[in-house]
């Protein structure tokens, strides 16, 4: 989830192995690379846990 403060042209698919590291340097590579310049923006990302079947 983010803020309008962040550019729309971003995408995961840029950044090879991104989404197996720690949701902190997710939110901070895409906070360094899309932020706009006269904006405040808000990264969250959030890890999905596996459920495990009873």
Same mark, same amino acid.
């Given at each position: *989830?983010?803020?309008?403060?962040?550019? =729309?042209?971003?995408?995961?698919?840029?950044?090879?192995?991104?989404? =197996?590291?720690?949701?902190?340097?997710?939110?901070? /590579?895409?906070?360094?690379?899309?932020?706009?310049?006269?904006?405040?923006? =808000? /990264?969250? /990302?959030?890890? *999905?846990?596996? *459920? /495990?079947?009873?």
């Amino acid at each position: *989830m983010y803020s309008d403060g962040l550019g =729309t042209q971003w995408s995961l698919d840029r950044y090879p192995g991104l989404l =197996t590291r720690h949701p902190a340097l997710i939110a901070g /590579v895409l906070y360094r690379d899309f932020k706009r310049s006269h904006d405040d923006v =808000t /990264v969250l /990302v959030a890890k *999905m846990r596996k *459920m /495990v079947s009873a």
